[in-house]
Structures are given as C-alpha cells and as structure tokens.
T-cell receptor
C-alpha cells in the first residue's frame, strides 16, 4: 500500500518570495513521484515527475522538486512566485507497475499575495 | 495535438437519475482513468480502462460503471444518483511512463 501526505492545506506567500510545498509518501516498493497543478475550473496539469536518476527534478513554470529517499519526501520549490502561480498543487505517487495505482495527496492551495 | 477532452462540461441531474460522462484520450494513449474530485476529499480513483478492458476499480459502489470503446474513448455511467455524487469527474489518459494527462473535467451536480 502507498500513501501521500501533503503537510500544508494552504500556503500563503508574497509575490516574488520563495515557496516550498511539502510532500511525504510511504510505500513498500520503489516509487514514481509527481506534482500536478490545478488552476480554478480546470483539470490537473503535470508539473514534473521523478522516475529514476537525478534526485533533483526540474519542471515547467520554474518549479523543481527533490526526491529524498531517506526522508521519503518530494518537496516542491520555486525561488520566486508570481500571481499566476495561485492554484492547487497535488503530490502523487505510483508503484513501478504504472499508473493504475496512483495515489494523490489531498492538495495544497498556494495563494500568492500581491 | 489535442489534449484529453471531456463532455459535457456541466451536468445537472436529480436524485435517482442516471448520468453519462464521456472522455476522449490523447491520440495514441490506450489507457483511460476516471477520478472523482469531491469537495474536501481530494482525488479518488474510480476506474482504469486499458485496451478496452476494465483493469482496476477503486472503492466505489457498482452503480459507478463504464466502458472503453475500440477508439479508446471512454464513458462513465453513474446510476441511481445520490446527492453525494456531486463532484468534478476527471478523466486522464496515459501511454508508457510519460505521466497522466487530465481533461478539464465534468462538473456533476445532483439536486
């Protein structure tokens, strides 16, 4: 069984400040990890993914995440946020067999304050 | 390249009715997944179809069902609608390990 915990339900941050959205997972097997973003009234868009290799993963819109196996974490970071980053962010984990058992976190709402 | 398309965008039904939601995956994607996103509950996995077969289902009652057509498009049916079925229903498609690609969703409101 696998699970995902997003530690913050809401994160307010001022424009141009850095942000970190936290995600911890648990799994008995090796995992694939993902971050998705959902803008209001839209579906989810893939920001970045970790499948293997380098533990620092760069994604779209200036976001990056670091896979830390010992801490079972996959935190999402951006050095300087914009108003347009206001959205809900979902961390997800799947086993090596593919996406049939993707588990999503409950989501973190990022609110960028002008 | 067209993304995942879902129809209708909004659907209003009354309790006890049936709802049919449709999804067209990205061209070349053979797997389709359905998720329910209810307020405060995050994304809950509903169904997975691949190559026309139901491969897995989440913890939902049998009145949630669906199918996948030869062109890989998919339909989700919800029978005997209940008020708590009101949610955003998201469809996603995938091929290999590229990731899940989501549609914009169908907002189902049960009155």
């Amino acid at each position: 069984a696998q699970s995902v915990t997003q530690l913050d339900s809401q994160v307010p941050v001022f424009e141009e400040a850095p942000v970190e959205l936290r995600c911890n997972y648990s799994s008995s097997v090796s995992v694939y990890l993902f971050w998705y973003v959902q803008y209001p009234n839209q579906g989810l868009q893939l920001l970045l993914k970790y499948l293997s290799g380098s533990t620092l993963v760069k994604g779209i819109n200036g976001f990056e995440a670091e896979f830390n196996k010992s801490q079972t974490s996959f935190h999402l970071r951006k050095p300087s946020v914009h108003i347009s980053d206001t959205a809900e962010y979902f961390c997800a984990v799947s086993g090596p067999g593919g996406y049939q058992k993707v588990t999503f976190g409950i989501g973190t709402k990022l609110q960028v304050i002008p | 390249e067209a993304g995942v398309t879902q129809s209708p965008t909004h659907l209003i039904k009354t309790r006890g009715q049936q709802a049919t939601l449709r999804c067209s995956p990205i061209s070349g994607h053979t797997s389709v997944y359905w998720y329910q996103q209810a307020l405060g509950l995050g994304l809950q996995f509903l169904l997975w179809y691949d190559e026309g077969e139901e491969r897995n289902r989440g913890n939902f009652p049998p009145r949630f069902s669906g199918r996948q057509f030869p062109n890989y498009s998919s339909e989700l049916n919800v029978n005997a609608l209940e008020l708590e079925d009101s949610a955003l229903y998201l469809c996603a498609s995938s091929f290999g390990l590229a990731g899940l690609y989501f549609g914009a969703g169908t907002r189902l409101s049960v009155l």
